[in-house]
């Protein structure tokens, strides 16, 4: 995964939902100077201060109450919560779809909200990340509505409290409640689905931390809605339109169907026709009495209007002949079914009605949205046969887009309503055309036949794999996590293999140029290193080159001072490397002089003495004289006032010594620190005194007690800001001096932002007290920002909760025994039985990357063990497969996704096609499927999938068939 978690919220938040998205265009709003009343109660409701309310517009299909939600999330959307300030009233809005995927759930509700309502509130956007971090599941559809309720939206909005303190209410629009549907239509989990949604927003609403906040709710009049809303709990909260207002004594009812809304569609379709006139010149206007006799055509129904305008205008037909149509439509109409009188004539118009209202049942049962060429082809060169031609006939009732890129959409709900059953329909031809959804299923699964060949590659990679696993033990997600905790680069599948059987045992010469990598050097500074260091092996190591060169880093001079390195010093191997020019450099280093002063260090002293007189005793006169002078002649502590000023000749002098030689003797430092402590200070601040803390004398002193009381002053601080302070927060004393109080305060500062992103930093955040600092304030803090973000990527805590969560879902997949002879259920069964070694590298090859140039590169080094060649097979196989997939049309992709969808929904009896398509797919395709999908989206949708399809299989390979030809 390559994006942050802001990054990943952006993605998972539907932006289709939102008021203003592309996707819903054209817009529906109410024209100026309709729907007055109406929005002026709404927008008296929204201002109004003391508590939250859910506001609740409802009516029949049809009045426009996508119109309104639209027209007053436009209005908030241009109100500030306070003079001068950019954020704005609209927190948030959610336009449900049933003609969208990630639309028809609630499943994304909360996150597209607080996406949303961070964007408009950016203090609140660090909150949200942490958010997220310490719970990455909250992102997840699947995921408790309770739980995202309450991390996604309850607490975000707690933290606006103070802030928006004496501000106007904050308003969300949630539009289309009813439009909430489950994936089967006989399935009534999308009633409990949305009662629960309410009732968790009233819940919310009543919580004490919360701004005051409204919500306006729209949805049609149905009865599961209606008793949601009356619960002792939701009731009082809910201020229901419509509703009944009183004013000077009289009593007014604000309705969506109300009388008035009579003139309010009179004015819509005057203001139409003058747009039409405005294109054709010479159309005459309609007079006052056929405006009134279309208006009451309408029966108070907007989209009534809206598409007998569409209908008149459609740009390819007379709009006079049209409008003639449109008079002449009876108006003895019961309430209720005129948008389906109108749809009857719409229909009766075309070239073809039996053929129009098939395609017209076609795209208001698909799952999403498709162009037209791809509903062609979808549909086959039989029933696809002029989709074009059929559907620009219906432009009133679907949006045809000019683009052909662009998918074909109904324009209302009451569309779908109109072809879900035959009976809407007075056209005595429709009656007997087949279900759209056994229409689409078999599509799908002809269109999978045909283009999805026969393989079994994805079986026998895993059957390769599976052959070498080596007997190796296996471990949980967690512990496989806390295992591979040293990762500091992008997980690639090779390089974790090689880990874990480095760390697993296998620890064969072949492997050890791992060590070399940025993976295997981390490794080597963990505790895990040392234990192997004291093997044979860890000591044949040692003396190679890798080895000798390890031991010049930072992590091998801190095995060194410890108790592993000071014994290894002891035996012939680490005599012998004392001899090379890397241990006489050490044995010059802190570290190499607090082991010379150790039982061990001596012994070595008198074994060689030429050797350690020269390192004790260095033969360098012009230090041994500089030294005298100090020591015969230097200046001795004083008071205050006698003391030597920092420009008075001493400095001088050492300024004439730059950062090295005599500076760097003890009696230059024995001198310093004679100097009275203001002056010393003071003199630790200048450029001079910078430059010598950088010399190694200076760094050793750092390392003092009087050392480390220093960096926690302030004028410490202060250096720390300076270049010589950035270098020295690159040496090994700084991991001390990070445990220490005055550390542990640097550590919030800005400052450190820099810092981690230098050498040091990072190769520290790997450090047990670097990670330790990332569960504290601080170090959550930073990796909500940008870099911290970046760094979080490279280690194992993201892609760790997306194997876990497909490892949870495996596990809850249950194979149907007569299906174990399956091959698709074979892979399935193959990757469970992976050790972790081989199923979580199995697992990133899988992940839609392409790992071509690691191989590529590292391919020379890789050793002969079969295991990791069987893994580099099965990258070379992933990566193919996946070029495979992505190069799919996107119908094939359509109905790859949706195929169980519109199986599922196509009614009994079963059509025997359909039957003998289905057995041919599910018998010799279903493996290639597997593949595709995978590849495509991730194991856990598959499944998913697959499990519908199980249920399905039961009934429709019951009785044996020939499949087709």
């Given amino acids: 995964m390559s994006e942050g978690t802001w990054e990943k919220l952006a993605q998972v938040a539907v932006k289709g939902a939102q008021y203003d998205s592309r996707e819903r265009q054209p817009h529906p709003k109410c024209l100026e100077g309709t729907r007055v009343v109406l929005l002026n109660y709404i927008y008296e409701s929204l201002d109004r201060q003391g508590n939250s309310q859910l506001i609740w517009l409802h009516g029949t299909a049809g009045v426009g109450k996508s119109a309104v939600a639209f027209t007053v999330a436009e209005r908030m959307r241009g109100l500030k919560v306070k003079e001068g300030s950019k954020e704005k009233r609209l927190a948030g809005t959610f336009f449900f779809s049933r003609k969208h995927t990630k639309r028809r759930t609630t499943g994304y509700f909360f996150a597209t909200l607080i996406y949303q309502l961070a964007s408009n509130f950016p203090s609140i956007r660090e909150d949200v990340n942490r958010i997220i971090l310490d719970n990455p599941t909250l992102l997840d559809h699947d995921t408790s509505l309770r739980d995202q309720m309450e991390a996604l939206f309850l607490q975000p909005l707690q933290r606006l409290k103070l802030r928006l303190r004496e501000c106007p209410p904050l308003t969300f ?102 747009e039409l006139g405005t294109r054709h010149p010479d159309f005459p206007q309609p007079s006052t009495d056929e405006l009134a006799r279309l208006a009451s055509r309408a029966g108070r129904r907007f989209i009534v209007a809206s598409t007998m305008m569409k209908f008149i205008d459609d740009r390819h037909n007379d709009p006079r002949d049209r409008l003639q149509l449109m008079l002449e439509l009876t108006s003895e109409l019961l309430p209720g079914t005129e948008v389906y009188k109108l749809y009857d004539r719409i229909l009766s118009t075309c070239a073809d009605p039996t053929l129009a209202y098939l395609h017209l049942s076609v795209i208001a049962a698909l799952a999403d949205p498709l162009p037209m060429a791809q509903i062609s082809k979808l549909l086959g060169p039989g029933e696809g046969r002029d989709v074009e031609s059929v559907l620009v006939q219906l432009r009133s009732v679907i949006d045809v887009p000019t683009e052909s890129n662009l998918p074909v959409n109904i324009y209302h709900s009451s569309v779908r309503d109109y072809v879900s059953y035959h009976s809407n329909s007075s056209l005595s031809q429709v009656h007997n055309i087949a279900s759209p959804h056994s229409l689409l299923a078999l599509s799908c699964l002809r269109l999978m036949v045909h283009d999805l060949l026969e393989s079994t590659a994805l079986l026998d990679a895993f059957s390769e794999l599976i052959k070498h696993s080596q007997g190796i033990e296996s471990h949980g997600p967690q512990n496989l996590k806390h295992t591979l905790d040293f990762v500091v680069q992008p997980l690639e599948p090779v390089q974790v293999l090689i880990g874990l059987l480095w760390l697993r045992g296998h620890r064969n010469p072949e492997l050890q140029f791992w060590l070399d990598t940025r993976d295997g050097q981390a490794w080597l500074q963990t505790n895990a290193q040392i234990q192997w260091l004291q093997t044979e092996g860890g000591k044949d190591w040692l003396q190679t080159e890798r080895g000798k060169r390890w031991l010049q880093t930072e992590g091998g001079e801190r095995w060194l001072r410890a108790e592993g390195g000071e014994c290894w010093l002891q035996t012939m191997g680490g005599e012998c490397w004392l001899q090379t020019k890397g241990g006489e450099r050490w044995l010059r280093m802190m570290g190499g002089e607090h082991w010379l002063q150790t039982e061990g260090g001596k012994h070595w002293r008198l074994q060689t003495p030429n050797t350690g007189h020269q390192l004790l005793f260095p033969e360098k006169p012009e230090h041994n004289s500089y030294l005298h002078s100090l020591n015969t002649s230097g200046p001795v502590q004083t008071s205050d006032d006698t003391s030597p000023s920092p420009t008075s000749s001493t400095e001088a002098g050492l300024q004439t010594t730059g950062g090295g030689g005599p500076l760097q003797t003890s009696g230059t430092q024995a001198w310093l620190q004679a100097l009275s402590g203001r002056h010393w200070l003071q003199w630790l601040e200048t450029q001079v005194g910078g430059h010598w803390l950088l010399s190694q004398s200076g760094r050793d002193w750092l390392q003092t007690q009087d050392g480390k009381n220093w960096v926690q002053t302030s004028s410490a601080q202060g250096w720390l800001q300076t270049q010589g302070g950035k270098d020295w927060l690159q040496t090994s004393g700084v991991r001390e001096w990070l445990q220490t109080q005055g550390g542990k305060d640097w550590l919030q500062t800005l400052d450190v932002r820099e810092w981690l992103q230098t050498p040091g930093g990072k190769d520290w955040l790997q450090t047990q007290v670097g990670r330790d600092w990332l569960q504290t304030l601080g170090g959550r803090d930073w990796l909500q920002t940008s870099q911290g973000q970046t760094w979080r990527l490279t280690t194992l805590w993201v892609t760790m909760e997306e194997y876990s969560s497909t490892l949870e879902a495996t596990r809850d997949f249950i194979i149907v025994p007569d299906s174990l002879l399956q091959p698709t259920f074979q892979v399935i069964q193959q990757f469970k039985n992976l050790p972790d070694f081989l199923l979580f590298p199995a697992f990133l090859a899988l992940r839609h990357q392409n790992h071509s140039t690691f191989t590529s590169t590292y391919n020379r080094l890789l050793p002969d063990v079969q295991t990791i060649h069987a893994m580099v097979a099965f990258i070379d196989f992933a990566s193919q497969a996946w070029e495979r997939s992505r190069s799919t049309s996107d119908v094939l992709k359509y109905a790859c996704q949706n195929w169980a969808l519109h199986l599922s929904r196509a009614p009994n009896p079963r059509d025997e096609r359909l039957a003998c398509i289905f057995q041919s797919f599910w018998t010799r395709n279903l493996l290639s499927w597997l593949e595709r999908q995978w590849c495509l989206k991730d194991l856990r949708s598959c499944l998913t999938i697959l499990r519908e399809g199980e249920k399905l299989a039961q009934d429709y390979l019951q009785t044996p068939r020939l499949p087709l030809s």
């Fill in 173 to 274: 629009v949630i539009d289309a409640l009813d439009e909430c549907a489950s994936e089967s239509p006989e399935d009534d989990t999308s009633e409990s689905e949305l009662t629960d949604l309410i009732s968790l927003l009233g819940e919310a609403l009543r919580e004490p931390g919360l701004p005051i906040t409204h919500i306006l709710l729209t949805s049609r009049s149905e009865e599961y809605i209606h008793k949601a809303m009356q619960t002792e709990e939701i009731r009082p909260l809910v201020c229901e339109i419509p509703v009944r207002t009183s004013g000077e004594g009289v009593a007014a009812t604000i309705s969506l169907d109300g009388v008035d809304v009579d003139n309010d569609i009179y004015v819509f379709l005057q203001h139409s026709f003058r």
